[in-house]
Nanobody
Framework: QVQLVESGGGLVQAGGSLRLSCAAS????????MGWFRQAPGKEREFVGT????????YYADSVKGRFTISRDNAKNTVYLQMNSLKPEDTAVYYC???????????????????WGQGTQVTVSS
């Protein structure tokens, strides 16, 4: 099992940047695919991006491509979400998620992940 704790959320003006962190406890962090999702009030949880176990490959939702970057440090059991050029529509609670997975596909759907953090609020003002 793995426990996930997000941090780094806050209030930022449009055009600004934030970096979210997700610290994982438990063993074999490098065996887990990690994903980021977000949920705005009244909306369903949506996929933001994912990173493979080694960190060598990433995949993003079209809405954040070119603005957000996911990275991971397996030595620190941490995955990051660097968010640049933030827009008011990026306002949401952001969640990291983990899946023990040895396959070759990107995991894009919330139900594919087994472990979730508690979320961190990101608010972008216009």
């Amino acid at each position: 099992q793995v426990q996930l704790v997000e941090s780094g959320g806050g209030l930022v003006q449009a055009g600004g940047s934030l970096r979210l962190s997700c610290a994982a406890s438990g063993r074999a962090f490098s065996s887990y695919v990690m994903g980021w999702f977000r949920q705005a009030p009244g909306k369903e949880r949506e996929f933001v991006g994912t990173v493979t176990r080694s960190g060598g490959n990433t995949y993003y939702a079209d809405s954040v491509k070119g603005r957000f970057t996911i990275s991971r440090d397996n030595a620190k059991n941490t995955v990051y979400l660097q968010m640049n050029s933030l827009k008011p529509e990026d306002t949401a609670v952001y969640y990291c998620a983990a899946k023990y997975y040895s396959g070759n596909y990107f995991l894009l759907r919330a139900y594919e992940y087994d472990y979730w953090g508690q979320g961190t609020q990101v608010t972008v003002s216009s």
